[in-house]
């Protein structure tokens, strides 16, 4: 089964910067859909960024603008750039690898925590 390695993370203050990496122990990002969920002590998760298997990205309107997600099909790895962050961001982060045209499949990662303070 495939497995999901996230990494970065942290306590940042508002305003900085954190880069988010989720690396997938198989060849299937290139041919995946990918995206960043995030979910907040007690709320709902919510998708915070996606990129598809051909490239396009869509954003919830809250982060657009100061976060990007990209992927390095050589590496097997998505990534989320977070940018002028603010304490409204502060959340677990979900790494999320699925097709949903056949064959189908998801994968999630194991959440990363990340915590703005003012």
């Known amino acids: 089964q495939v497995q999901l390695v996230e990494s970065g993370g942290g306590l940042v203050q508002a305003g900085g910067s954190l880069r988010l990496s989720c690396a997938a122990s198989?060849?299937?990002?290139?041919?995946?859909?990918m995206g960043w969920y995030r979910q907040a002590p007690g709320k709902q998760r919510e998708l915070v960024a996606g990129?598809?298997?051909?490239?396009?990205?869509n954003y919830a309107d809250s982060v657009k603008g100061r976060f990007t997600i990209s992927r390095d099909n050589a590496k097997n790895t998505v990534y989320l750039q977070m940018n002028s962050l603010k304490p409204e961001d502060t959340a677990v982060y979900y790494c999320?690898?699925?097709?949903?045209?056949?064959?189908?499949?998801?994968?999630w990662g194991q959440g990363t925590q990340v915590t703005v303070s003012s």
């Open positions: 999320n690898v699925e097709r949903k045209s056949f064959p189908r499949y998801a994968y």
């Open positions: 198989g060849s299937i990002v290139s041919i995946s859909d």
């Open positions: 990129i598809s298997s051909g490239g396009s990205t």
